[in-house]
């Protein structure tokens, strides 16, 4: 469940620009200020950039969510920018001090995702079978045993000759994936085919892209993707976002033109040796 911060510090000048220029109440102005966060959440990159969006887009986000209100949404969006609240940056729009005000959120966000990973990772390192006798013995009507008596069973076990030896019981299997493929899959609008979606990433991998570019083409296309609410069945499948022709150079900056080349026109005449003798 996403949520979002109010602080106090927010009742100042910039808020009180906002309702004059608007001449609505400091209640209006605060509830379109709370609905811009809140539309931030899922649309806002953390340093406040909103990808791909211009100012169409948060009129038409404001006039749905203010739902019987007499306020022109195009003028909204004006006195936000012009108040403070928001501003243009070389990227796009951007959410004046997103980070600042939404720090807590990401905090916790991070700390869900490092959790899941964490949990996953533990899971991945058990040996078969030991999640299903973990949860036999959770399940069953006798009372748990404690660490001594379960040391003093094993003991006693091991003299009748009857405990497993290091070679019989099985060892914990290696983690099939890296972290920084669980963390661009956990991000992926799509869950497919974990198998070959990882062997695509390691061969992008070995084609010079860093694990932070494709993590960044997968944060954008599941923004494009949540902004035209697109059906799952027309998501790219990830082995297919990764494949060899790469489409995902398509959710990532565009690369600056190279410089010209130094011998090329306007250096020299081409021509020079053919020039006739005067």
């Not at 959440?41 to 887009?57: P, Q, R, T, W």
């Not at 694990?211 to 923004?223: F, G, Q, S, T, V």
Request: with cysteine; proline share 8%; hydrophobic share 30%.
């Amino acid at each position: 469940m996403a949520w979002i911060s109010v602080h106090e510090s927010v009742d100042g000048p910039k808020l009180r620009k906002l309702y004059k220029q608007l001449g609505c109440s400091k209640f209006e102005a605060l509830g379109i200020l709370n609905f811009l966060w809140f539309w931030g959440l899922m649309n806002a990159e953390k340093d406040g950039l909103i990808l791909y969006a211009d100012k169409s887009d948060i009129e038409r986000y404001l006039y749905g969510a203010g739902s019987g209100c007499k306020l022109d949404a195009g003028k909204v969006v004006d006195a936000l920018f012009d108040s403070g609240w928001l501003e243009w940056s070389p990227m796009g729009i951007c959410i004046h001090d997103w980070v600042m005000w939404q720090d807590q959120w990401y905090k916790a966000k991070e700390a869900r995702e490092k959790d899941a990973r964490r949990k996953r990772e533990s899971r991945r390192s058990r040996p078969p079978g030991q999640e299903e006798q973990a949860s036999t013995d959770k399940n069953a009507d006798s009372p748990v045993d404690s660490p001594q008596d379960t040391g003093q069973e094993a003991a006693e076990e091991a003299q009748e000759g009857d405990a497993p030896t290091s070679e019989d019981r099985p060892k914990p299997e290696p983690a099939k994936y890296t972290t920084d493929f669980e963390t661009f899959w956990d991000t992926y609008p799509r869950k497919a085919d974990k198998g070959m979606a990882y062997k695509k990433y390691k061969a992008r991998l070995n084609d010079g892209y860093s694990p932070a570019e494709l993590l960044e083409a997968a944060k954008n296309y599941a923004l494009q993707c949540r902004r035209q609410n697109t059906e799952k069945q027309y998501i790219k499948h990830p082995k297919t976002f990764l494949g060899d022709s790469t489409p995902f150079l398509d959710y990532l900056p565009k690369q600056k033109e190279p410089p010209p080349d130094p011998g090329g026109p306007g250096r020299s005449n081409p021509f020079a040796e053919y020039k006739e003798d005067e």
